[in-house]
């Protein structure tokens, strides 16, 4: 089994920052891309920022040029930076990773989320 375990959600005002951290522990042969998505009230999860293990990264519009993803590969571990925070980023945070694990099969998972709440 692997886990996600996630922190540094909070609650800041509008124009500031958080970051999130995603660590992923158990039987682990080797992490492929890592990734947060969120999840707002009464909305569909939506893509917010994905890496591959080679450093690519893929931003979603709503967070370019204010969110940074970020990865290290000996902790398994993947960070989301977000700085000029808005209401609008208000949301329940979810850290996903494809690992394979000792039987070299590929599998999804997904963190417990961590909220993420933007006052205006």
């Known amino acids: 089994q692997v886990q996600l375990v996630e922190s540094g959600g909070g609650l800041v005002q509008a124009g500031g920052s958080l970051r999130l951290s995603c660590a992923a522990s158990?039987?682990?042969?080797?992490?492929?891309?890592m990734g947060w998505y969120r999840q707002a009230p009464g909305k569909q999860r939506e893509l917010v920022a994905t890496t591959t293990s080679g450093g690519s990264t893929n931003y979603a519009d709503s967070g370019k040029g204010r969110f940074t993803i970020s990865r290290d590969n000996a902790k398994n571990t993947v960070y989301l930076q977000m700085n000029s925070l808005k209401p609008e980023d208000t949301a329940v945070y979810y850290c996903?990773?494809?690992?394979?694990?000792?039987?070299?099969?590929?599998?999804?998972?997904w963190g417990q989320g961590t909220q993420v709440t933007v006052s205006s």
């Open positions: 158990g039987n682990i042969f080797r992490v492929n891309a």
């Open positions: 996903n990773a494809g690992v394979v694990g000792p039987s070299l099969l590929l599998y999804n998972y």
